[in-house]
């Protein structure tokens, strides 16, 4: 394979500044995009790279990540400084070193100085290897300074003993500026957003601490609760879905305690401004063999005998949540020495695994049960590359794939439904989406992420998909009923 020096820019798929080159050929369907040596040995399934031309060299790099700088003046400002070499401070604030502003912080609030933060890595044989260093920031009133001025302000305030972190965030306030509560201490924005007053016996109570005197209301939660999550089932990756219901006959909080009381730990309830008078359904992580044999999805056909209804509504949807690590490992440590390749793989997983969606939007709004909506949009369709490289989503959350969690990848297309074959359904889909890219070898020519080969793959493993089969076959075979459930 013969390839061509380019220059500087950012690398079409890893999206970091380096020296591209382009290639005679590529099996990644990609055709010519120039691309890092790294990249182009992945994606061309090579082990040899572009010979490093003299060039490559002389450009000064980063003494922190080894890339060079780059500037793009057809980008907004904020952006085109991200990759400009300029001076940094390691830890002990008088050594300095050459990195991108993107490898440092954004400065003390108190003195403007920048510290260098990345790891330093040794991408060529003429830099040295640098220990790691990095300044300690402390947060003080809520505000980023760096441990020279923290102690000036500790200084200055009385001392040390002046000060206290809130219990809650660990912001560091004077001691004057904060609120005693329940044997803790509390910066004001913790204590003024966790702590209320119950209209029953006046006593305080912390947020999601299940205050008795709420009652039927305790089950909901409010829209920011977040616990901590429970895994059932081992497996490389698990499962989440949120499935929002609104109320006909019943209180909404009559039907969240019936939810709940079959769920258990298995799921929580939470409130969602999007909803009339309803709540949310949200479980913990599963294995999808976990919903299919050890799920209690009693709560459905109770919750229905009660008057409470999911698929006729404009306002419910079903959204379903996949860990990353379907899709390779989890963090990866800096030192890892095949850390470029993992991710780069990785992300190539997930790239074939959103444009399966994105690519078949008709086919994937005919099972999920709605067309897109402003939910969950379908807009960055062929921006994908810039989705999962940037995180940049043309309607932020409300994508049909939202990629905003650092921990899942959430799929938000499907229509709410009070029937376990279409909640299984989704969870199936997302599975299936997510096995059959695992390994896909996609080209211009083997069309392998038509609709049409991925339904002979959910056919051929019927066993493991049964409700994305069967939701299947009654969505093409009809229109949908409006008035199933």
Not at 174 to 188: L, T
Not at 243 to 253: F, G, P, T
Not at 255 to 272: C, P, R, V
Not at 299 to 316: A, E, M, Q, V, Y
Request: aromatic letters at 12%; glycine letters at 6%.
């Amino acid at each position: 394979m013969a390839y061509g020096y380019v220059g500087i820019d950012v690398c079409r798929r890893c999206a970091k500044p380096e020296h591209l080159f382009v290639s005679s050929m590529s099996q990644s369907g990609a055709d010519t995009l120039p691309m890092c040596t790294d990249c182009q040995s992945f994606y061309s399934n090579e082990d040899s790279v572009p010979t490093p031309v003299s060039v490559m060299y002389e450009t000064p790099r980063c003494e922190a990540c080894g890339r060079p700088e780059h500037l793009d003046s057809s980008i907004e400002l904020s952006f085109q400084q991200r990759w400009q070499l300029i001076t940094a401070y390691l830890a002990d604030g008088e050594s300095t070193i050459i990195v991108h502003r993107a490898c440092s912080t954004n400065g003390c609030n108190d003195c403007d100085t920048l510290y260098a933060i990345t790891r330093y890595r040794n991408y060529r044989n003429d830099l040295p290897i640098l220990q790691s260093s990095f300044m300690e920031f402390e947060r003080v009133e809520g505000d980023d300074r760096c441990t020279k001025c923290a102690n000036k302000i500790y200084d200055e305030g009385g001392g040390r003993d002046n000060w206290r972190s809130c219990d809650s965030c660990e912001d560091i306030n004077y001691y004057d500026n904060m609120v005693s509560w329940s044997g803790g201490s509390y910066c004001s924005y913790c204590y003024d957003n966790n702590v209320y007053t119950c209209d029953d016996c006046g006593s305080e109570y912390w947020d999601g601490s299940g205050h008795e005197c709420e009652q039927d209301e305790s089950v909901i939660h409010s829209y920011a609760y977040r616990p901590s999550p429970y895994f059932f089932g081992a497996g490389q990756y698990h499962l989440g879905f949120e499935l929002e219901v609104e109320a006909r006959n019943e209180s909404r909080y009559a039907g969240a305690e019936i939810a709940q009381d079959e769920l258990g730990s298995h799921a929580y309830m939470k409130d969602d401004g999007s909803l009339s008078d309803g709540f949310e359904i949200v479980t913990h992580p599963h294995t999808l063999e976990q919903y299919q044999t050890n799920f209690n999805w009693d709560f459905i056909p109770k919750l229905k005998r009660n008057g409470f209804r999911s698929w006729n509504t404009d306002s419910c949807g079903l959204h379903v949540h996949v860990s990353r690590t379907a899709f390779g490992e989890g963090a990866i440590p800096w030192n890892s020495a095949n850390r470029d390749q993992l991710i780069l793989k990785r992300q190539a997983h997930e790239l074939r695994f959103m444009k399966l969606i994105y690519d078949n939007q008709r086919q994937v709004e005919r099972i999920a049960g709605r067309a897109g909506n402003h939910y969950a949009t379908f807009e960055d369709k062929g921006k994908l590359v810039s989705k999962l490289k940037h995180g940049s989503q043309s309607s932020g959350r409300y994508s049909a794939i939202n990629t905003e969690n650092d921990a899942t990848l959430e799929v938000r297309v499907f229509k709410g439904s009070l029937r376990k074959e279409r909640v299984l359904s989704a969870l199936e889909f997302v599975t299936a989406s997510v096995e059959y890219t695992r390994d896909l070898k996609v080209t211009a020519k083997n069309q392998a992420l038509s609709w049409l080969r991925f339904t002979a793959y959910v056919s051929n493993n019927m066993e493991t998909y049964p409700n994305l089969a069967l939701i299947m076959s009654e969505s093409f075979a009809s229109d949908n009923n409006p008035n199933e459930n």
